[in-house]
């Protein structure tokens, strides 16, 4: 079935489906499965027009993400965190709302610890497209993670993995490679609520 109609015929979710019956494990075939994926639908939007590319494929990657969260081979949020990030930056940049790229993630249910080192990541990385300035759209999302992440910790009471201490140091890091900007003021702001909120003996 799968070399007969669905790779031929550019299946890509029936072949992640088949890829998860047999328990096929070839990330490198997986990954290019998922960017057929994407560029199909964004192909597709582009042509109906009805409606923008990144919320084709923010619904796809939501929608296959809470079918497959249990099989970390076949949506690997390693590739796929980039994957989406590369496509956001070169397709729709400033097209969707701040922080899409994060929401369908987190919706998909990909934790945030999982979300901010993936970003930190491809941050040290310094890969084409994000290098220079760039690295600052890697930041807005990695202070909007935490931003998420803090909001439900406090709603909760606590617990979610937040380590304060770690995570503020992330951020600094990362805020201190770039210059002064919107995203190094975000994060100034996101850690003094956390220290005013959390106690100043968190970070």
Known sequence: ?????????????ICLCIFQAADWRGQAE???????????????ALESGDV???????????????????SEYIFPP????PLLEIYAYEHQRD?????WVVDTFVEAGVGEETLLRVLEEMFWRDEVPFQGTARR???ADAVYVVEKWWHKVMKRGGGDGFRAEAVAQ??????GSV??????????RLLADVRRRGGAGMI
């Open 1 to 13: 079935m799968f070399n007969k109609y669905a790779s031929p015929y550019g299946y890509n979710d």
């Open 30 to 44: 997986i990954k290019k499965c998922w960017e057929q994926l994407i560029s199909a639908k964004h192909a597709s």
């Open 52 to 70: 923008q590319p990144f919320e084709v494929v923010a619904d796809t990657v939501r929608r296959l993400g809470n079918r497959f969260q249990l």
């Open 78 to 81: 390693t590739d796929l965190i």
């Open 95 to 99: 097209i969707g709302p701040p922080g």
């Open 137 to 139: 759209r890697l930041l």
């Open 170 to 175: 992330t951020l600094r890091n990362m805020a």
């Open 179 to 188: 210059p002064r900007g919107v995203e190094t003021e975000r994060v100034d």
